[in-house]
């Protein structure tokens, strides 16, 4: 059993990977198709939505993967905002308790 400390600091480690992984996600997405990057972060970024138990999420960067790995140009700089404001109360947590 965890405490509701530790959870909090897990979700925050969590909220920290996430956003620092869509960071460089929307980085390599924007102005260009850096596809090497791209699927250096969505692989990462799989692997932390899969930590967090984010399925449904995950699927969305599997089609994501399948597109950049083809070098489909698709308006992935979307896909990465559309993550980015579904796991938004994610990515805030802790912000509200200071």
């Known amino acids: 059993m965890l405490t509701d400390a530790q959870i909090d600091v897990m979700i925050e480690s969590s909220a920290e990977s996430l956003k620092s992984t869509l960071l460089l996600l929307q980085k390599a997405t924007e102005n260009?198709?850096?596809?090497?990057?791209?699927?250096?972060?969505?692989?990462?970024?799989?692997?932390?939505?899969?930590?967090?138990?984010?399925?449904?999420?995950?699927?969305?960067?599997?089609?994501?993967?399948?597109?950049?790995?083809k070098k489909e140009h698709k308006k992935y700089s979307s896909i990465v905002e559309s993550l980015h404001v579904g796991m938004a109360d994610i990515l805030l947590f802790g912000h509200g308790d200071e």
Do not use: D
């Open 32 to 69: 260009s198709y850096n596809f090497k990057e791209i699927s250096v972060q969505r692989h990462r970024l799989k692997g932390v939505l899969l930590n967090m138990g984010e399925n449904g999420w995950v699927e969305i960067v599997r089609q994501m993967e399948k597109s950049a790995s």
